[in-house]
């Protein structure tokens, strides 16, 4: 059975750095497609960014666009979010997921996504 750990989350200052971390186990993790989403209290979950199962193409959201950056290793079973310039509305949980490289569909689609980590908190603050 398939699973994601998320790690790296906490408090940072606004204009600040955080390297989220997402290990992979129990599945063929360079068959899947991986991306990150968020949650904020009162909000809806949001796709943040996806990287193809090679690591060549990834897609981000618009408001993380040139701030965000993902990566992925398939020899150690990890996918990483690099964020940058962190501003408080990037406060959110923060969840990994993979969807098999074989489905389609819309990345941003969290329904997509048949494996989910447990989350991460990342706080901003002003």
């Known amino acids: 059975q398939g699973q994601l750990h998320e790690s790296g989350g906490g408090l940072v200052q606004a204009g600040g750095s955080l390297r989220l971390s997402c290990a992979a186990s129990?599945?063929?993790?360079?068959?899947?497609?991986m991306a990150w989403f968020r949650q904020a209290p009162g909000k809806e979950r949001e796709f943040v960014g996806w990287?193809?199962?090679?690591?060549?193409?990834?897609n981000y959201a618009d408001s993380v666009k040139g701030r965000f950056t993902i990566s992925r290793d398939n020899a150690k079973n990890l996918v990483s979010l690099q964020m940058e310039s962190l501003q408080p509305q990037d406060t959110a949980v923060y969840y990994c997921?993979?969807?098999?490289?074989?489905?389609?569909?819309?990345?941003?689609?969290?329904?997509?996504?048949?494996?989910w980590g447990q989350g991460t908190q990342v706080t901003v603050s002003s």
């Open positions: 997921a993979a969807r098999s490289a074989y489905m389609g569909g819309a990345v941003a689609n969290a329904g997509g996504y048949a494996i």
């Open positions: 129990g599945f063929t993790f360079r068959n899947y497609n």
């Open positions: 990287i193809g199962w090679r690591g060549e193409s990834t």
